[in-house]
C-alpha cells in the first residue's frame, strides 16, 4: 500500500486543481463552471475520505476516477475552460497507487471519454477546446513522469522496521497513559464492574456478562455462584438479544446490548418483568442502564482491544521462532547427524564406534527437542474449534514423538472461554506434558479436560518418578504458576499417592465456587 506522504501528494495535487477551477469560476459567477467544481470537489472528498479511513476498497480506482473527471470536464468546459485543469490528476493518482503502466491506460480512458461526452453534449469541438484538452492531459503525463521517482522510491525504501517503531511509540503512549487508568485493564474486573452497575439498578438474583466469539458468546463475570439452571437461562437470554440486536425480557429475565462488544444477561429476584409498560414498577430501565454502563462500556472495551493485541503479537511471534527454529537450527543439527552418519560407517576401532553411535543417539534426541519445540510453537487455539481439541493435538503429537501413550478425556460445553484465558490453559497443559515426557520417566499419562464457561479444570497426571529437585535452569513450574495467576486459576503441583505426579489448574468463575461437575468424563479422545 502506498505510503501516507504518497497520498498526501495527490491530495495537494487535487485542490490545486480546485483552487485553478474556482477562481476564476468564482470571479465570473458563472452557475454551470460552479456545478463542475461543486461535482469535482466532491468527487475527491470522496476520494481523500475512503484512502484516510483505509477502506481502500471503497475507493475509486484510476481508470474509474479518469472517467467521472472527464465526463465533468466534458460538460463544463464550454462555460470555463479552466476546468479542464482536472485533467491532471487522474494520471499522477494512476501513478501514485498503481504505476506508470496504468497512467498509460487513465490517459487513454480520461481522453476518449472527453472527447466522445464533448462530442454528445456540445455537437462539436472547438479547437482550441481539443488544444486545451490534449494539452492538460500531456500536463498531467508529465508531472505523473517527474512523480513517478519519488513514488517508487517511497514504495521500494519503505523501512521493515517502521512497523516496530510504530509500536513502540504506541506502547510508550500506552505506558504513559497507564498511571491514568483507575481500573487497569483487566477483562474479568472490569466485567464484574458493569454487573455491579447493573446490580445496583435492577433487582436481580443473577448477573452474566458474554461477549461475542465467533459465532457464540463467551462468559466473562457472573455476579454471584450460579446453578447450572441459572446458567442456561441467562446464556439463553444473552444469545436470544444479541441474535436479536435489541434488548429481550422473558418472565423474570432479561438481556441487553453494554455497547456493541458486551451482552449482559440477568435473573429477577422472583417478580415478572414487563417491559415497556409506562409507570410500572416492574419497568426495565434499558435507557437508564445504558447511560449508567457508558463509562465502564469504555474501559471494558479498552481492556478488550489490548487483550486481542496481546495475544495477536504473542501468537506473530511465535510463528516466527517456529519457521526460524525450523528452517535454520533443526536443519543444521540433521546435517550434522548425515556428517556423524557416514564416519561412523568407518570406525577406526570399536571404541569409535561406540562413541560415535553415542554421538548419534544424543543427536537424535536434539533433533526431537527441537521439533518438538517447533510443535509447540506452532500449535495454537486458534487452529482448533475447542481448547480440548487444541489439548489432544498436542497429546497426539507428544504420544507419536516420545512412544508414551497419552490419553485424554475432554468434558467441554459449546461455550468458550475468553480467547486469552483459553490460550494460557492451553500453554499450562503443554507444559506439564512436556515436563511429563521428558523428565518424569513415565510410561503413561491421562489427561484430563472438564470446561463449564466460565469454569474450567485440566489435570495432567503421570506414572513417572514423581516431583524432583528442580534444576537451576528450569523455569516451567514458575511460568505454569506465572500464567495461571495472570488469568485468576489455582495451580497445584502434587505427587500421588502411589507413584507419578499430578498437575491441576482450575478456573473458578468469580465470586463464587466451581460450578464444573465432579463426575466421570465420558467423552475420550485417544492419540
Avoid at 461477549?211 to 458468546?217: M, S
Avoid at 500421588?496 to 464444573?516: D, E, H
Amino acid at each position: 500500500m502506498p505510503s501516507s506522504n504518497t497520498f498526501a501528494v495527490v491530495a495537494a495535487a487535487r485542490l490545486f486543481a480546485l483552487l485553478a477551477i474556482g477562481a476564476p469560476a468564482l470571479w465570473y459567477q458563472d452557475s454551470q463552471a460552479l456545478f463542475a467544481l461543486l461535482a469535482l470537489g466532491a468527487l475527491w472528498l470522496y476520494q481523500v475520505v475512503t484512502i484516510t479511513r483505509r477502506d481502500l476498497e471503497l475507493t475509486l480506482t484510476p481508470t474509474v476516477e479518469a472517467v467521472a473527471v472527464g465526463i465533468i470536464c466534458a460538460l463544463g468546459m464550454e462555460a470555463t475552460p479552466a476546468v479542464l485543469a482536472a485533467l491532471v490528476v487522474p494520471p499522477l493518482y494512476a501513478t501514485a497507487v498503481v504505476g506508470l503502466r496504468t497512467m498509460a491506460r487513465t490517459v487513454t480512458f480520461q481522453l476518449v471519454t472527453t472527447i466522445c461526452f464533448g462530442l454528445m453534449w456540445w455537437q462539436e469541438l472547438t479547437e482550441q477546446q481539443g488544444v486545451s484538452i490534449f494539452t492538460w492531459s500531456m500536463a498531467g503525463v508529465g508531472l505523473s513522469l517527474v512523480a513517478s521517482v519519488t513514488f517508487a522510491s517511497d514504495r521500494t525504501s519503505r523501512d521493515p522496521l517502521g512497523p516496530y517503531r510504530d509500536a513502540q511509540h504506541l506502547i510508550k503512549q500506552l505506558i504513559e497513559l497507564s498511571g491514568d487508568l483507575s481500573s487497569g485493564l483487566d477483562v474479568a474486573a472490569l466485567g464484574g464492574e458493569m454487573l455491579a452497575v447493573v446490580g445496583d439498578r435492577v433487582p436481580s438474583r443473577a448477573l452474566a456478562l458474554y461477549v461475542p466469539r465467533g459465532d457464540a458468546l463467551a462468559p466473562i463475570a457472573t455476579s454471584t455462584e450460579l446453578e447450572p439452571a441459572d446458567v442456561d437461562a441467562c446464556e439463553k437470554l444473552a444469545t436470544d438479544a444479541w441474535a436479536r440486536g435489541e434488548p429481550v425480557t422473558a418472565g423474570e429475565g432479561f438481556a441487553f446490548a453494554a455497547g456493541d462488544t458486551a451482552i449482559i444477561a440477568g435473573l429477577g429476584t422472583g417478580h415478572r418483568i414487563n417491559h415497556g409498560t409506562p409507570g410500572s414498577t416492574d419497568d426495565m430501565p434499558f435507557d437508564e442502564l445504558a447511560m449508567a454502563l457508558s463509562p465502564s462500556v469504555v474501559k471494558f472495551d479498552t481492556a478488550l482491544l489490548f487483550s486481542h493485541f496481546r495475544d495477536v503479537a504473542t501468537a506473530d511471534e511465535r510463528q516466527r521462532l517456529a519457521r526460524e527454529m525450523h528452517d535454520g537450527v533443526a536443519q543444521d543439527i540433521a546435517s550434522l547427524g548425515y556428517l556423524v552418519d557416514a564416519l561412523a560407517a568407518r570406525p577406526a576401532d570399536e571404541a569409535q564406534e561406540k562413541q560415535f553411535a553415542m554421538l548419534r543417539e544424543r543427536v537424535t534426541k536434539v533433533v526431537a527437542e527441537v521439533r518438538r519445540s517447533v510443535m509447540n510453537l506452532r500449535t495454537s487455539i486458534g487452529e482448533n474449534e475447542s481448547l480440548g481439541a487444541a489439548i489432544s493435538a498436542v497429546a497426539r503429537h507428544l504420544s507419536e514423538a516420545s512412544g508414551i501413550p497419552i490419553r485424554v478425556r475432554l468434558d467441554e460445553q459449546p461455550a468458550r472461554l475468553r480467547p486469552e484465558v483459553e490460550a494460557e490453559l492451553f500453554r499450562i497443559a503443554q507444559e506439564a506434558m512436556n515436563n511429563a515426557v521428558k523428565h518424569a520417566r513415565a510410561t503413561a499419562i491421562d489427561v484430563r479436560c472438564q470446561v463449564y464457561a466460565p469454569d474450567a479444570r485440566i489435570t495432567i497426571a503421570d506414572d513417572g518418578v514423581g516431583l524432583q529437585g528442580g534444576r537451576a535452569d528450569s523455569h516451567g513450574l514458575k511460568i505454569m504458576r506465572e500464567r495461571a495467576k495472570l488469568i485468576g486459576a489455582q495451580l497445584t503441583v502434587r505427587d500421588n499417592a502411589s507413584r507419578g505426579l499430578t498437575v491441576s489448574v482450575v478456573l473458578r468463575a468469580p465470586g463464587g465456587q466451581s460450578t464444573t461437575p465432579e463426575r466421570t468424563l465420558s467423552k475420550e479422545a485417544r492419540p
